[in-house]
């Protein structure tokens, strides 16, 4: 396909170039040619009519959009058409977690991703990087993690400028930082593990550091500051040194002085507002019946951005009613949502799809015209960062229509990734078990993660699972993911991936339950099955997935962070060789009893049926501690 542009600026030429190699398209003539034109708050426009078309558009990021569009309906064979459409936010964007998880794109994914995000006309992208960047004054910051140094994120930010997206740094400037504050050298500003000790000059010192390390490689002027969650606050070893004072003066004392860093570098500050809430004295998220009181209005900086992170209502309403008390605080309100991905080895689309739907609505309704997606990582990262495409995507057509189009939907997301929204939505099936037919958000539910860490001789979750068909559910799964393998392009290897993790959940989900009840019963011609065929088959799927997780994890992230997913599965298989061991000395009589087996399985904290939450490994693995401290 041949495409010549005439009037394109040259501040689009680099990033055209890019895109056009990326879609396989050559531009120059011979082929279609269209007419460029920017007009400042304009609808996109695009056009085609005897090869001969206009782009229309306001902004970089809408241009490479309108190219994307152009390319898709004319590869689709259609000889003539007009798109227009009307742009809903100023900022819109993903949030990738590189932090918590252990799991941080390398380079090379991360300008695959920044291309797919062009294309669909997303103008932001954020790194949420507790401690995964490069402070040069701060040596053990982020000491043996998988930082970015300050080149890669110069690099990373000249190529996404090229494309249209805005790079924003964002951080912590208070809590949410243990892995920085377990190093020795940091224990003179810590507060409690994972809070920075307030009022102290060294720890603004540090602040200092790591606000000019994290904002030098970057064009813009906006960083993203965090300070959310700082649940504990001056009630570790701040209470020892200065005495009592109420959380809500300690942050303001804090925050008036990160903003004096802040103003000195002449940047343009955004963070959680979630501690503006908790100054009011409520113990919970955002509540709808609030009216801040004056001392907490004048805490709020007059240039601070200030997010409302929600992505866990499942109605409009609820976000509608909240979305004002935000208001209260800023006129400079943003909203972060969230793609689910951050439970286990799936992604909860239904969650994703409606919290998305009903918060974008909302922010449309009520006028909130910055919104941005988190994408987490928390306790591991087993499910591919590269599945959050799907909802960029989503946010990304909720951009651009008052009213979301599921069918361009699908259609963008196939023609941008390769990969079909229908087989994406298989992965949720990975939690979606039968026992939770009649639960309306599972999104709290995560069986694949605790069924698969869980131990087969211990299984703290046996007594909830049984009596469900977990073994054929996970089964059928496999064999349906198996069929989408070759038809997802790019994308086949979450496919590969996610089907590994089924074809091991069919065969370990119930093990530990039949494994329980063979013994029970003295059926010692299963035991001896168990030990020779089941169990080692279970081994060889094992390994089967940890060689494809370990091939992704190389493919897609830094080398930094595995560590911890390969000891995890080396945990694993251990676990099962230690099974098998114990039921052969059991059958050859050198063990009088399976002591593991005798115990009578009890519901997990006393509550039957499906397991809400259950996504700390440290507690699925064993009732005792792992490590002293972990």
Known sequence: MNIKFIGLKDELKNGLSVLADYLGVTLGDG??????????????????ENKKGTIVYAEKSHFFRAFGLAVEHISYGEESFKIEEEPQ?????????????????????????IKQLSLMGLNTLMLYAEDTFEVKEQPYFGYMRARYSEEEMRELDDYAYDLGIEMIPCIQTLAHMPDTLRWHCFYNIRDYEECLLVGKPETYKFVRDIITAASRPFRTKKIHIGMDEAWKLGRGKYIDNYGYKPANEIMQIHLAKVMEIVDDLGLEPMMWDDMFFRTVGNKKYYQPDIVFPQETLDMVPKNMGCIYWDYYKITQEEYENIIPVHFQLTDNVIF????????????????????TECALNACKKKGVKKVFMTTWGDNGTECLLTTTLIGCQLYAEHGFAKEIDYDKFAKRFKFICGANV????????????PDMANIVDS???????????????????DNNIEGVELDAHYAKLAEDMKA???????????????????????????MGLRLTAAYKAGDKAALKNFAEVELPELIERVNALWECHRTNWFKIYKAFGWDIMDMRYASLVGRIRSAIIEVNQYLNGEMERIEELEETRLPLNGKPGPINYMNFYGKIVSPSRIAPEA
């Not at 279609?32 to 996109?44: A, D, P, R, S, W």
């Not at 993903?94 to 695959?112: C, E, R, W, Y």
């Not at 972060?336 to 919290?355: D, E, P, R, V």
């Open 422 to 433: 229908e087989d994406f939505a298989l992965l949720e099936r990975l939690d979606r078990t």
């Open 484 to 510: 989408a393998i070759g038809r997802n392009g790019q994308y086949d290897n979450v496919l590969e991936f996610s089907y590994h993790a089924a074809n091991v959940l069919a065969k370990k989900s119930q």
């Open 443 to 461: 999104s709290r539910y995560n069986p694949s993660k605790y069924l698969m860490w869980q131990d087969i001789l211990t299984g703290l979750a």
């Open 336 to 355: 972060a949502g969230g793609i689910w991905t951050w439970i286990g080895y799936s992604l909860c689309w239904s969650k994703t799809k409606i919290s």
């Open 89 to 113: 936010f100023e900022m819109n964007g993903p949030m990738f977690d590189v932090a918590q998880g252990n799991a941080a794109f390398n380079v090379k994914t991360l300008k695959q991703v």
């Open 31 to 48: 082929g279609y040619e269209f007419t460029v034109t920017q007009k400042g708050g304009c609808n996109l426009v695009v056009t085609l």
